[in-house]
């Protein structure tokens, strides 16, 4: 970059106009990044255009009562006072449920289309369960259904020619016809709560050809999930709580992420799991016995990858599966960082974490973020004082350089754990520990002010005390999360 005699670059000394004139003739996920050029680039791309260039509708908390005609109203005299010349980066649409939506959304896509827009959000509202009995929310369902967009709604999308990010909530989506257009620009689409079938699904990618991320959220009607894009870019998959999927096959040469969480599947097959990087397997509800399924033996051709988040029931599937392979799990060697997820904790687990380890030396390992249970009053909380006699893993952590414990109770086997990490980890630089936000045992008083700082300063004497730590580590304790070390798939799990 050029820079000027004092050492600023001669972009940014540039006058606010000419700045705003540059901004205007990139695409806007090119001007949001101008943001990382300096402090006066930061957040100047939302000023680009002389007028409000992101729309949102949805019903206000206030006007619940108001009609769906009364809304849709509402947006047609919005913009009915916008000339169809003014730019449009972002369109949000939050629909009430209760009427169709076909003539409107056709309407306002064409005007969006009109107006450029590159980033859409549509969604229909679903009446709320705290409101509805189990018989009333499945006519519910049902209705909704009906009520929303039929295929012609995806040929409207098509139209918007400038498209690159699309996020469809609730819609209806039926097989799209084999001559739908090819929505030439989007690069990341994302389906919640759409009940799209397995053939639709098929149709929409084949229309994407520079399909970079995709999103499949609560899509209860998919069941043999089927991506292929191997004339796409698409390199992110997220697949969350698609309750009738029992298969998933991938043609991406070059997907690096996959994201997953949810009851596992019977078969994940992908054309080139090596190329993989980063993976998420977070299970659902907690099961009387592990179901068929064969992630773990794909987990073994995963020979690049570098970022992994497991759950307490995926390294039981690791620990019973992975003794069956005959080392197949030393390909881990690439792993950089890991996130455990522990719905659980009792000796048990500790021991699937030991035999996790056991299993996967992870030589190179420089990151470990674990999340212990939130819940301190399960029916498994009385294992807490139970000490498996089984010995820890010899293995080493020659790179590890951080570890963080999430919801830190300081029952006796995750101080085993803590042991066990801090006298393998050599060169461990930080060590953070994040307490509960509500302590546990009788002898902490919840109106005593003072309680927690007595629990931290009760832990930094305690953690101070195992041996072979050096006095080089840093040893952080907090009563919240402050979010300053996080894990690469803090927001996957956010959202589970």
Not at 66 to 84: M, N, P, T, W, Y
Not at 438 to 456: H, I, M, Q, T, W
């Amino acid at each position: 970059m050029w820079k000027s005699a004092n050492g600023d670059d001669l972009l940014t000394q540039l006058p606010d106009t000419i700045r705003l004139h540059i901004l205007t003739l990139l695409p806007l996920k090119y001007a949001i990044r101008t943001g990382a050029l300096s402090s006066r680039w930061r957040g100047l791309w939302r000023l680009r255009w002389p007028h409000p260039a992101a729309l949102q509708f949805s019903p206000s908390s206030t006007a619940l009562t108001d009609s769906a005609e009364q809304f849709v109203s509402s947006i047609d005299r919005c913009l009915s006072f916008r000339d169809r010349s003014l730019r449009i980066d972002s369109l949000s649409l939050a629909l009430p449920p209760g009427r169709r939506y076909d003539a409107d959304i056709k309407r306002w896509l064409e005007y969006a289309s009109c107006c450029g827009v590159e980033d859409l959000h549509l969604a229909v509202s679903f009446p709320s369960a705290a409101t509805t009995s189990a018989r009333p929310a499945r006519r519910a369902a049902r209705r909704n259904d009906r009520a929303a967009v039929p295929t012609a709604f995806f040929f409207s999308i098509c139209e918007c020619s400038n498209l690159s990010r699309l996020t469809l909530c609730g819609l209806h989506l039926a097989s799209p016809g084999a001559n739908i257009k090819r929505l030439s620009s989007l690069e990341v689409l994302s389906l919640y709560a759409t009940p799209v079938t397995d053939a639709a699904l098929k149709r929409i990618i084949a229309a994407c050809p520079r399909l970079r991320s995709l999103d499949l959220s609560f899509c209860r009607k998919l069941r043999r999930i089927a991506i292929t894009a191997t004339g796409s870019p698409l390199t992110s998959l997220t697949i969350i709580d698609c309750v009738r999927a029992v298969e998933v096959t991938v043609s991406a040469p070059g997907l690096r992420r996959f994201r997953f969480a949810g009851n596992y599947l019977t078969t994940y097959t992908f054309d080139n799991p090596s190329r993989l990087e980063d993976v998420h397997i977070l299970a659902g509800i907690p099961v009387s016995s592990l179901p068929r399924s064969n992630w773990v033996k794909v987990l073994c051709g995963l020979f690049n990858l570098k970022v992994l988040t497991l759950c307490n029931l995926s390294l039981q599937y690791i620990v019973v599966e992975g003794a069956k392979l005959m080392g197949g799990l030393r390909s881990l060697r690439s792993l950089r960082e890991i996130q455990l997820v522990m719905g659980m904790m009792t000796d048990e687990n500790l021991m699937d974490i030991y035999g996790f380890f056991r299993l996967c030396e992870c030589p190179r390992l420089e990151k470990l973020f674990i999340e212990l249970p939130t819940n301190t009053r399960d029916p498994f909380v009385e294992k807490y004082l139970e000490i498996s006699e089984e010995d820890p893993p010899e293995v080493e952590f020659e790179y590890l350089k951080m570890i963080k414990i999430s919801n830190f109770k300081d029952h006796s086997n995750e101080m085993r754990l803590v042991r066990f990490l801090l006298e393998k980890a050599s060169s461990l630089e930080s060590f953070v520990v994040v307490a509960p936000k509500e302590l546990v045992g009788d002898e902490y008083n919840k109106r005593d002010p003072n309680a927690r700082s007595d629990f931290l300063q009760y832990l930094q004497l305690k953690l101070s005390s195992i041996q072979k730590v050096p006095l080089r580590r840093q040893i952080i304790l907090s009563d919240h999360d402050d979010n300053k070390f996080r894990p690469t798939h803090w927001d996957v799990y956010s959202t589970v």
